[in-house]
């Protein structure tokens, strides 16, 4: 099966994004802090007013709706939305040559990979920062800590095998190059914030965030494409 025919589109109004054709640059791959529910985070987008949303988003752990892995489109990848989130002190980092955050957005294509993110273990078991208990097999422990967390929910085999073949597929749609850029794209790059072709984590051009965190099967992944 291609990854077209995998992927699965969801009805989603054009006041949830910019309803607007740009070329493409950049890819972000995000993860949501959230349940693995890839519906449930695309139907929170639509009960707010804010036109942030991604183009897709990758489905965890198999769920009544779903199955580990599934990636669900909310709108084509020409269009865009407020996925990055960027604040003059972000852009800043860029130096004076950084694009804004519209242009950043605009020309980029956002992948969200739904997963808790850094954990806390506590006497009851791994603890996310809602409060809800990620099951010790979902778990990984960083030789290094990332962030000041040792522990973080896994992105799972079928998450991570159907991100690459997405980024495959959107890398030769939109003629973005593949070659993963190593360990700087977890954490501030100029080049990321100055509009550098390639595929990016959100934490590339935000330090407050943990999306995504430097798993060796993640890492594997992007230098396998």
């Keep these: 099966m291609s990854v077209i025919e995998k992927i699965k589109t969801v ?3 054009t006041t ?12 972000y ?47 084509g990848s ?3 939305g407020w996925h990055l989130g960027l604040a003059a002190k972000h852009l800043k980092a860029g130096g004076p040559t950084a694009w804004s955050n519209k242009e950043l957005n605009r020309q980029s294509i956002g992948i969200e990979i739904c997963n808790w993110g850094y954990l806390t273990k506590t006497s009851k078991g791994f603890k996310n920062y809602a409060g ?10 960083l030789e290094v800590p990332y962030k000041g967390y040792k522990y973080y929910q896994r992105y799972t085999t079928a998450q991570l095998d159907n991100t690459a073949e997405l980024l495959r597929y959107l890398c030769d749609k939109w003629n973005i190059p593949s070659a993963f850029k190593g360990s700087r794209i977890f954490d501030i790059c100029p080049d990321a914030l100055q509009g550098a ?3 990016w984590t959100h934490t590339s051009v935000r330090p407050d965030k943990f999306d995504c965190f430097p798993q ?9 494409l």
Excluded: C
């Design 11 to 13: 009805p989603f109004a």
């Design 16 to 27: 949830n994004y910019i309803n607007e054709s740009s070329p493409k640059r950049q890819i």
């Design 29 to 75: 791959i995000h993860h949501t802090a959230s349940s693995p529910n890839p519906y449930g985070v695309i139907k929170w987008w639509e009960s707010t007013p804010e036109t942030v949303a991604t183009s897709f988003v990758i489905g965890g752990t198999t769920g009544p709706q779903w199955k580990d892995g599934d990636i669900v489109q909310a709108f």
């Design 78 to 80: 020409a269009k865009w």
């Design 132 to 141: 809800g208990i990620v099951p010790d097999a979902e778990v990984v422990e």
């Design 197 to 199: 072709p390639g595929i």
């Design 216 to 224: 060796k099967e993640l890492i594997s992944m992007l230098s396998s």
